[in-house]
């Protein structure tokens, strides 16, 4: 499985990007999607994820409202809508996956279960 991301890059503050992920080598309707995001010397943190069946999502605290989390399992995409940007958004985003057996289930926040990472795409936010 490849993941390759991609739509980062430098917006000011109260903008927008849209991250988009593609996967190669399997079908994406059987993985779960996640973004996670890592600034410079912090630990890599969950930011949203979408179950198999694009039914169920969840973010994290400091991104609800903002960010959209979507997929189309016929692009073998998943995309992250980002808006109302803020400075400490600035970090690199993480597409990740893995395997969900049930189309139905609630997907996992926790990286220790994404199986399937991508290279990461920065997004700067300047003040």
């Known amino acids: 499985v490849q993941l390759q991301a991609s739509g980062g890059g430098l917006v000011q503050a109260g903008g927008s990007l849209r991250l988009s992920c593609v996967m190669s080598?399997?079908?994406?309707?059987?993985?779960?999607m996640g973004w996670f995001r890592q600034a410079p010397e912090k630990e890599r943190e969950f930011v949203a994820v979408?179950?198999?069946?694009?039914?169920?999502?969840e973010y994290a605290d400091h991104v609800k409202g903002r960010f959209t989390i979507s997929r189309r399992n016929a692009d073998n995409s998943v995309y992250l809508q980002m808006n109302s940007l803020k400075p400490e958004d600035t970090a690199v985003y993480y597409c990740?996956?893995?395997?969900?057996?049930?189309?139905?289930?609630?997907?996992?926040?926790?990286?220790?279960?994404?199986?399937?990472w991508g290279q990461g795409t920065l997004v700067t936010v300047s003040s």
């Open positions: 990740a996956g893995y395997y969900q057996r049930l189309y139905y289930a609630q997907p996992t926040t926790s990286p220790d279960q994404y199986g399937n």
């Open positions: 979408i179950n198999r069946g694009g039914g169920i999502t």
């Open positions: 080598g399997r079908t994406l309707n059987q993985y779960a």
